[in-house]
């Protein structure tokens, strides 16, 4: 199970830091990914980062202002969000990494709206 | 980057008929394509995982197939459940993109 939370509504260049709570299977043993979906558009991959941390990967649309952490002691990841746009409304959900390369479990999702 | 280009954009069909829905990729990616089932108010789901291995508890009606730059996803008799927008998948290098989606609605 995956359940995020800290969305909310927050005027441009605000930030949010939105969080994924992973419970039912081994976290450290997974690489994990936030994922977004704008209103009535398809699915935008934001970032992935490794089981262990140390390696992160970001789309260009959020490079330099989204930051992916995790803890791995509190079954946690993060995405903290920064220098946040109109275009960067969406659903955020995080999602659970199969072989790097696929997204094989994913929560619900926390909603993010950008509106002055 | 990849781009993902799904067709059609919208299927309309009964229940018990026979689905065919294509994803074509700008460059090859091989095999490594997914098919995500999303219904309304809900997060994707995964189907279909390396073009043509079906994701645990994913009924056999579901079936995916082809390679290099040419996709297909098959639901071989729609159920009522089935009906909900398709995309297709993948990975190049650390860039992950998604199709623009396929809408399989009731006729």
């Known amino acids: 199970q995956l359940v995020e939370s800290g969305g909310g509504v927050v005027q441009p260049g605000g930030s949010l830091r939105l969080s994924c709570v992973v419970s039912?299977?081994?976290?450290?043993?997974?690489?994990m990914h936030w994922v977004r979906q704008a209103p009535g558009k398809g699915p935008e991959w934001v970032a992935i980062?490794?089981?262990?941390?140390?390696?992160?990967h970001y789309a260009d649309s959020v490079k330099g202002r989204f930051t992916i952490s995790r803890d791995n002691s509190k079954n946690t990841v993060t995405l903290q969000t920064n220098s946040l746009r109109v275009e960067d409304t969406a659903m955020y959900f995080c999602?659970?990494?199969?072989?790097?390369?696929?997204?094989?479990?994913w929560g619900q999702g926390t909603l993010v709206a950008v509106s002055s | 980057e990849v781009v993902l280009t799904q067709s059609p954009a919208t299927l309309s069909l009964s229940p018990g008929e026979r689905a065919t829905l294509s994803c074509r990729a700008s460059?090859?990616?091989?095999?490594?394509l997914a098919w995500y089932q999303q219904k309304p108010g809900q997060a994707p789901r995964l189907l279909i995982y390396?073009?043509?291995n079906r994701a645990p508890g994913i009924p056999a009606r579901f079936s995916g197939s082809g390679s290099e730059t040419d996709f297909t996803l098959t639901i071989s008799s729609l159920e009522p459940e089935d009906f909900a927008v398709y995309y297709c998948?993948?990975?190049?290098?650390?860039?992950?993109?998604f199709g623009q989606g396929t809408n399989v609605e009731i006729k």
């Open positions: 999602a659970k990494d199969q072989g790097t390369t696929y997204f094989q479990t």
């Open positions: 039912g299977f081994d976290f450290t043993n997974y690489a």
């Open positions: 980062i490794s089981k262990d941390g140390r390696s992160k």
């Open positions: 460059q090859s990616v091989d095999y490594y």
């Open positions: 390396d073009a043509s």
């Open positions: 998948q993948q990975r190049t290098d650390w860039l992950y993109t």
